[in-house]
């Protein structure tokens, strides 16, 4: 028994002591935080690597981070929206005073002055007011600014160079007795001009009201960083409502369904007619409507004009007539789909008979949208213009058959956009060529080679040769320019709209 106990003590003896229930807990505890600790440092550094895989994209980071997208986008059946650009900060900077700008003439002159008054308050150091827009012209839209393009997205995206307010401060209102100081700055002026001349007059008015803005500042000899925000301004900030963009996408979208499309800013239009004072083509009644128009608005300075002289020196609009046979001369076939890029064309639907005889596939806005997509934008003939303007950048090819405002401005779009196709006429040669033809003279196959030669000819000697040579280490664009007759401040804007795009410091040259 004895043996027996001894056994069972040696045993016993062997057993570990029992440890404290609190020592155990303690233990449990600190293997837990361990446990949580890893996991959060692992998952910390997963989630850094994710994010460095975003920007570096190395091949198994980002392969891996692309299928969590995705998962994540099928697991919640998310559509994808468009996020806005993040909001660059705010210029900072003492304002000199409040800049106030009533613009004058048609929607791309207007576009055109927005663009230069930006950029003269920058110049100044000024505050701007929300541009007013021309009511009292021929067109007689009552459109306000915030009813063409987007005042929000204007504001915002120009923030880190100009402050611009919706409206003057009370205290600077007509209605509380302020008078602001008004006049029209001189044309084409340049930036010794402002500085000079312009901003002392921010001393003794706090206010100043710009009354006229067509072709205030000048296209050359101002400055890399201001010719830069010009084109920033027209290619960036400018941007229409969401209702013209809409309407205007769907136009493209209806004429891009039915296969690829030319536009014809066909600027035969009353305005323009008697503005000008071309009237070939045109009845005597035609012919003295005109006039009697031209005489009604005081400041179209020109009033006797003659109309054979003018066309003669190319400086007419081809009339409708004259753009069907030039278009069949210069290759187009009668399949062709064309878009009428105008307002009311004078004579209506009589004028056209010709072209559309050669293009049965004319179309205008009106024929493609349902009348009552349409009935908002009646009587607003720049909003009217806006959807011209978004279908003439998107159309295969360009073709206006008068170098005004919006051929300008839309080509100049056009070449920012990617150097799309713009048929630039040479309409002096082209009426010498139409009258050969018209008389007998030009039969018309020796008509047609002549026309096109004399474009080949034009495009080579007069088109403007970007040559974008990006420097590794100075990011230079250079711009050769080939006996240029293209408007100047295009030239440049498109320069200058490439260093936008490529978000760096270029500086373009004229070689």
Known sequence: MEGRSEGVQLRSDKIPAPVPAPAIQRTRLQVWFIRVCSSILIWTCFVQLVAVSELWQPRLLAGLSNRLIGFTKVSFQVEEVPLSPPLLPPRNYTSNGFLKVSCNGGLNQMRAAICDMVTVARLLNLTLVVPELDKTSFWADPSDFEDIFDVKHFIDSLRDEVRIVRRLPKRFNRKYGYQPFEMPPVSW?????????????????????????????????????????????????????????????????????????????????????????????????????????????????????????????????????????????????????????????????????????????????????????????????????????????????FVPTYDGNMARLVEGHRRYLGFKNTTQLDR????????????????????????????????????????????????????????????????????YSLAIRLQSSEVCHKI
Not at 325 to 346: M, N, R
Not at 468 to 487: C, D, E, G, N, Y
């Open 189 to 397: 002026s340049n930036e010794k001009y402002y500085l000079k001349q312009i901003l002392p007059l921010f001393d003794k008015y706090k206010v100043i009201h710009f009354n006229r803005t067509d072709t205030r500042l000048a296209n050359n000899g101002i400055p890399l960083y201001l010719q830069k925000l010009r084109c920033r301004v027209n290619f960036q900030a400018l941007k229409f409502t969401p209702e013209i963009e809409a309407l205007g996408y769907k136009l493209v979208r209806i004429l891009q369904g039915k296969g690829p499309f030319l536009a014809l800013h066909l600027r035969y239009e009353m305005d323009m007619l008697a503005f000008s004072g071309c009237t070939h083509g045109c009845s005597k009644e035609e012919a003295e409507e005109l006039k009697r128009l031209r005489y009604a608005f005081p400041w179209w300075r020109e009033k006797e004009i003659v109309s054979e002289e003018k066309r003669s020196q190319g400086l007419c609009p081809l009339t409708p007539e004259e753009a069907a046979l030039v278009l069949q001369a210069l290759g187009f076939d009668k399949d062709t789909q064309i878009y009428i890029a105008s307002g009311e064309i004078y004579g209506g639907w009589r004028r056209l008979a010709a072209l559309r005889t050669a293009f049965p596939q004319i179309v205008k806005k009106e024929m493609l949208l349902d009348p009552e997509e349409l009935r908002q934008f009646q009587n607003h003939s720049s909003q009217m213009a806006a959807l011209d303007f978004m279908v003439s950048i998107a159309s295969n090819i």
């Open 428 to 495: 002096r040669k082209l009426v010498e060529l139409l009258d050969l033809h018209q008389n007998g003279t030009l039969l018309w196959d020796e008509f047609s080679v002549r026309v096109r030669l004399a474009h080949e000819k034009k495009w080579v000697s007069q088109l403007v040769v970007l040559l974008l040579q990006t420097s590794p280490r100075k990011k230079i664009i250079s711009m050769r320019i080939l006996k240029s007759a293209f408007v100047r401040e295009q030239v440049v804007m498109t320069c």
